[in-house]
């Protein structure tokens, strides 16, 4: 079993960077793969960025690219999403989630999932 507590959501302004955090407990990170994904209101929660258990490789939705990066830390299981140059539209719940031995864009690859951080950007 694998507990995740997403952390690092809040308000910023257009253009502004927040950090969020996805820490583990309960079993070793090293060989899971996590992803993050987003809800906004009243839309369908969607896929922003994943990243390979070993973190050699990463995978990240069009409208995030070269705005956001995905990292992981397995020493001190721990995952971090990297956002920059934010946008309204940005705005969301932001959940990351775990799959032992992959990653994926798809939420039904993955095992666990976070309670969710809000992110509000402010245009």
């Known amino acids: 079993q694998v507990q995740l507590v997403e952390s690092g959501g809040g308000l910023v302004q257009a253009g502004g960077s927040l950090r969020l955090s996805c820490a583990a407990s309960g079993r070793s990170f090293s060989r899971y793969g996590v992803g993050w994904f987003r809800q906004a209101p009243g839309k369908e929660r969607e896929f922003v960025a994943a990243?390979?258990?070993?973190?050699?490789?990463?995978s990240y939705a069009d409208s995030v690219k070269g705005r956001f990066t995905v990292s992981k830390d397995n020493a001190a299981n721990t995952v971090f999403l990297q956002m920059s140059s934010l946008k309204p539209e940005d705005t969301a719940v932001y959940y990351c989630?775990?799959?032992?031995?992959?990653?994926?864009?798809?939420?039904?690859?993955?095992?666990?999932w976070g309670q969710g951080t809000q992110v509000t950007v402010s245009s």
């Open positions: 989630a775990a799959a032992r031995g992959t990653y994926s864009e798809f939420e039904r690859a993955y095992n666990y």
């Open positions: 990243i390979t258990w070993s973190g050699e490789a990463t």
